[in-house]
C-alpha cells in the first residue's frame, strides 16, 4: 500500500463551523506533513510531524490545529475560518533520515470557506 | 534560506516532441536533494525524479530526465516523446533531509501536450 488517503476531498464551510480534515497512511511512513495550495501556487508548508510530535508550526493560525493520534493518522482541526484560507489542503508523509526520501502526496481536501 | 526559481510560467509542445523545463535554486548547502514533481489536473503531486547533490551523473527515469549542474545551481527537466498525460503543472523543489523533509517548492509551470 503506497497511497496516502486524504478524506473528505471536498469541504465548504461556514465562518463559524468547525471541522476536521483527515489524513491516513499505512506505509509505516513517520514523517507527515500539512500543506497549503492555492490555485496556480506551489504548496506551502504547514505543519511537520514526526515520530506523532509536532517538528514545525510554519506561523499557521491558531484556528488551524493539528493531530497526530498515531503514526498512521494525521488530522487538521478548522474552527472559525476565513474565506482566504479556501484552498487545497495536501497531506503528505515520508521515510525520517538524511538520504532525501521522497514524499508521498493524498489527493487532497479542497475547501471553501463562505 | 532556500529559493527555487522556474522562470517558464506555461510551455507548449507537440505530442511526440521534447521539450525542457528550467529550474535554478540558490543555496548555501553541501547536502540536499533535487525533485520534479507533476501536479496533474487531478491535483495529485507525484514525484518525477529525484537527484542527488553530490552525485555527478544525471537522473533519468523512462522518458524524463534531468541536467544537473550544480555550479551553476540549474536543475532542468527534459521530457522525451512527449504524451497527452504529461500535460500538468510541474514543480521543482529543493529538499534539504533535517530527518524529516523540509521541501521548498518552485512557482511551477504550466506544461500543455498538444495532440
Known amino acids: 500500500d503506497t497511497e496516502v488517503t486524504q478524506t473528505p476531498k471536498h469541504l465548504v464551510m461556514g465562518m463559524t463551523n468547525k471541522k476536521s480534515l483527515k489524513c491516513e497512511q499505512h506505509?509505516?511512513?513517520?514523517?507527515m506533513y500539512w500543506y497549503k495550495q492555492k490555485a496556480k501556487k506551489p504548496p506551502e508548508l504547514m505543519f511537520v510531524?514526526?515520530?506523532?510530535?509536532?517538528?514545525i508550526n510554519e506561523s499557521v493560525p491558531s484556528r488551524f490545529s493539528p493531530e497526530c493520534p498515531n503514526s498512521s493518522l494525521l488530522n487538521l482541526h478548522l474552527h472559525a475560518l476565513q474565506p482566504e484560507d479556501s484552498a487545497l489542503y495536501l497531506c503528505a508523509s515520508s521515510q525520517l533520515g538524511d538520504r532525501g526520501e521522497k514524499l508521498f502526496f493524498g489527493s487532497g481536501t479542497q475547501l471553501s470557506v463562505l | 534560506a532556500q529559493t527555487v526559481t522556474q522562470s517558464q510560467p506555461e510551455m507548449s509542445v507537440q505530442e511526440a516532441e521534447t521539450v525542457t523545463l528550467s529550474c535554478t535554486y540558490d543555496t548555501s548547502e553541501s547536502n540536499y536533494y533535487l525533485f520534479w514533481y507533476k501536479q496533474p489536473p487531478s491535483r495529485q503531486m507525484i514525484l518525477v525524479i529525484r537527484q542527488e547533490a553530490y552525485k555527478q551523473q544525471n537522473a533519468t527515469e523512462n522518458r524524463f530526465s534531468v541536467n544537473f549542474q550544480k555550479a551553476a545551481k540549474s536543475f532542468s527537466l527534459k521530457i522525451s516523446d512527449s504524451q497527452l498525460g504529461d500535460t500538468a503543472m510541474y514543480f521543482c523543489?529543493?529538499?534539504?533531509?533535517?530527518?524529516?523533509?523540509?521541501?521548498?517548492f518552485g512557482t511551477g509551470t504550466k506544461l500543455q501536450v498538444i495532440p
Open positions: 523543489a529543493f529538499m534539504k533531509p533535517l530527518g524529516y523533509q523540509k521541501v521548498t
Open positions: 506505509m509505516g511512513h513517520r514523517a
Open positions: 510531524y514526526s515520530y506523532e510530535k509536532l517538528s
